[in-house]
């Protein structure tokens, strides 16, 4: 079976999309959805279920 030259490129520019994506993703949604609903951060009493 022989390579193809065309493939190492799509290979890096398909690599490069998935890391952008996954980092928006993990990153910038949550903080797109904190900021549009505007929710607020959890205090530590909260947390520990006091009130």
């Known amino acids: 079976m022989r390579t193809l030259r065309g493939f190492g490129p799509q290979a890096i520019a398909i690599m490069g999309g998935l890391t952008v994506a996954t980092a928006l993703t993990v990153f910038f949604l949550p903080a797109?959805?904190?900021?549009?609903?505007r929710v607020e951060r959890?205090?530590?009493d909260s947390k520990n279920g006091k009130q």
């Open 32 to 37: 797109l959805y904190a900021a549009w609903f």
């Open 42 to 44: 959890a205090s530590a």
